[in-house]
């Protein structure tokens, strides 16, 4: 492949603020794209944003909550304001609940839902009329492998990624006659601040990965970067005829 295939192009990353989604902001700057990242936590993204503009980059931060249509479409107003397109979306913001169903309020349920699987759905439908007129773009969402192997309190977490993957290619197979190109990343375990929030750090998160027999054969948790470089992979020229795929990042821990 060959370098700054992607230069100049525009790009969307919610939840670009911290782990994945940051290491996807940094490999999308390294490339040449300007870059709006949208999150919730303004201080971090705007600190993610002053990062890549000091490395040469070009990038924003806009305050979104993706469960909530306003929020997104000013967003997308905001990212055609200064960029005057979007080439690229990289629907990375998600949280999680960590309760049994039993004990499980309705309000965490639908909060999880709302951000995960709805802020998908309206991300992805707010910049699908300006990919459209153009007969091009890169839709690349998130789902999780506890979409199909679940764990103990992953309820709403698990059926909100798996609400991802069928949205993801249902999709697909709607936009794909327009140019555009949507398609999921299923991460395995990675070390991200979420991780180590729920499992700590350093021997703790290993053990934790090891817990849930998510340990890959090549004996390494991912990293953020790990998971960025399939993104660049679904965005480049090189993947035009990969369509409504569903891409395990998992280093062999689950083979699927």
Known sequence: MKEKELEGKVAIVTGGASGIGRAVVHALSKEGVKVTIADMDIESAEKVAGDVVRAGGSSIAVKTDVSRSQDVDGMVQEALRKFGAIDILVNTAGIGAGAMVQDLTEEEWDRVLNINLKGTFLCSQAVLKHMIERKSGRIVNF????????????????ASKGGVVSFSKALALEVA????????????????????????????????????????????????????????????????????????????????
Not at 183 to 200: E, L, Q, S, W
Not at 232 to 241: D, E, G, T
């Open 143 to 158: 789902a999780s492998g506890q979409w199909f192997r679940p764990t103990l309190m992953s309820a709403p977490y698990g």
């Open 177 to 256: 006659g327009n140019g555009i190109n949507v398609n999921v990343v299923v991460p395995g375990f990675t070390d991200t601040a979420m991780t180590r929030r729920i499992f700590g750090e350093g021997d703790a998160l290993q053990k934790g990965a090891e817990s849930l027999g998510l340990i890959p054969p090549r004996g390494q948790i991912a990293q953020p970067e790990d998971i960025a470089d399939v993104v660049l992979f679904f965005v480049k020229p090189a993947s035009r005829h990969v369509v409504g795929q569903t891409l395990h990042v998992n280093g062999g821990s689950l083979m699927w």
